[in-house]
């Protein structure tokens, strides 16, 4: 899946991605593939994998498309 960086909370290693199709889907930063957790902003875009959870839907192999970011 194609997305981008919604919000970032480096105090509890996570953040959530707003995905292509406008849902909000929650990462940790260990699954960031490459790249350093504490280098991200809001709006990089990003691909990744979603996962189903009981509670939310989670994004593992979180991979960096492009520094740039997308209002």
Do not use: Q
């Not at 997305?3 to 292509?20: T, V």
């Not at 406008?22 to 699954?31: A, D, L, P, T, V």
């Not at 593939?33 to 691909?47: S, Y």
């Amino acid at each position: 899946m194609h997305g981008r960086i919604l919000s970032l909370f480096p105090e509890n290693d996570c953040g959530w991605i707003e995905s292509s199709d406008g849902r909000e889907i929650y990462f940790h930063r260990n699954s960031l593939l490459a790249g350093d957790f504490n280098d991200l902003t809001k709006g990089m875009e990003v691909r990744f994998i979603e996962h189903e959870n009981s509670d939310e839907p989670r994004a593992s192999s979180v991979r960096l498309v492009s520094k740039r970011t997308v209002a």
